[in-house]
């Protein structure tokens, strides 16, 4: 279950800062842009907040739906930035943004086209693709996730 949690994948130093920098910079965007906007909001928006669509998901209320978004957006952005519980907090947020977007934005174009269509499916494929890229590559040597799971061996695929 540790390896499962907090493997760091690589350990190489110049992925390794290269994966710090991409943790941080999409987590505090993540974070300060989206999760902490609707956690400072969340009395206002907990009524008509999207619930999705499809099943188990269209059992929650609008209110459990806007903290489940919220855990993601504050959270997982926090645990990412950390680089600790990396690859199941990337899939969490990654999972939040495939309802934000094939959910939420279902209707909208896939790009946005200033100065007319400015929602569009488009930021939250951008916020997708680094989670998947975390979840695949794990935190790097840069992490509280490299200090817990101290696997000297490499890793053979």
Known sequence: MKKLLFDCGFRDATASL?????RTMIGLMMLLGHGLPKLMEFASRKAL???PDFFPLKYMSPPVS??????????????IILGLATRPAAFLLGFSMVVAVFGFHEAA?????PP????????GLLYLIPMIAIILSGAGGFSLDALIHKDGKRRRW
């Open 66 to 79: 806007l903290a489940a978004a919220v855990a993601a957006e504050v959270g997982a952005s926090i645990l």
């Open 18 to 22: 290269g994966m710090l920098a991409l």
């Open 116 to 123: 007319t269509v400015m929602e569009a499916k488009e930021l």
């Open 49 to 51: 907040f999207y619930v």
């Open 109 to 113: 174009p896939w790009f946005v086209k």
